[in-house]
């Protein structure tokens, strides 16, 4: 059994990625939300079947409107849904990504391995956001 690390006061990795753990959930919580409400206003309770409101509500993509056959499209391609597209992206990947950060160290004890984890979760996380940024950008063929 490791003999228990005393945590360093102030501010460290450690403190400030629990604090954006908690922030982040309750930002998707609250961008989940903004979304399920957002598109009711928008007239998806008569235009929308629940399936593709759920969706919309994780991941406003206005292909997702267009495979639904709603007949006026442009409310639904906006810069705002692609900004909330982004944020829920943005949380959702840190989120996720940091999750996978503690457990992943864990199981790793403090030395150049824990360092490699780190920058290899890093450089993940960065294309991953590239990739889903570029989509969310490109995706608004209206």
């Known amino acids: 059994m490791r003999p228990r690390v005393v945590p360093q006061r102030g501010l460290n990795l450690d403190y400030v990625m629990w604090l954006f753990t908690r922030i982040s959930g309750l930002a998707m919580v609250l ?17 929308m079947d629940l399936p593709t409101l759920m969706r919309w ?24 849904w692609q900004v909330m597209q982004i944020l829920v992206i943005f949380f959702g990947v840190s989120h996720g990504i940091n999750g ?39 995706s608004y063929q209206v």
């Open 31 to 47: 961008l989940g939300l903004v979304g399920v409400v957002g598109a009711l206003l928008m007239g998806a309770r008569t235009e």
């Open 57 to 80: 509500t994780f991941f406003p993509n206005p292909n997702h409107v267009i495979n639904s056959d709603i007949p006026d499209m442009l409310p639904w391609a906006h810069a705002y």
């Open 100 to 138: 996978l950060r503690v457990v992943l160290e864990d199981y790793i004890d403090r030395s150049f391995f824990q360092i490699l984890v780190r920058g290899l979760l890093f450089l993940i996380w960065l294309g991953i956001m590239i990739v889903a940024v570029y989509l969310a950008l490109t």
